[in-house]
């Protein structure tokens, strides 16, 4: 659960329809976030909140 202080219902809304993606093969496994919308990422002067990085999880096998 993310926690949400002071977000804008749009920031909010676009935070929520963020999801983990899980993609496994023989070469490994990887996880990655969703694309976020292509509204302004970052408010002018309203938050320091940085967009998640895509991937976040990478497991190879050898």
């Given at each position: 659960?993310?926690?949400?202080?002071?977000?804008?219902?749009?920031?909010?809304a676009d935070?929520?329809?963020l999801?983990?993606?899980?993609?496994t093969g023989?070469?490994?496994?990887?996880?990655?976030t969703t694309?976020?919308?292509?509204?302004?990422?970052?408010?002018?002067?309203?938050?320091?909140?940085?967009?998640?990085?895509?991937?976040?999880?990478?497991?190879?096998r050898?």
């Open positions: 659960m993310m926690l949400a202080i002071g977000l804008s219902p749009t920031m909010r935070l929520d329809r999801h983990i993606i899980t993609f023989p070469a490994g496994t990887f996880r990655q694309e976020l919308t292509q509204g302004p990422t970052r408010p002018a002067g309203r938050s320091q909140a940085r967009p998640p990085k895509k991937i976040i999880e990478l497991a190879a050898f």
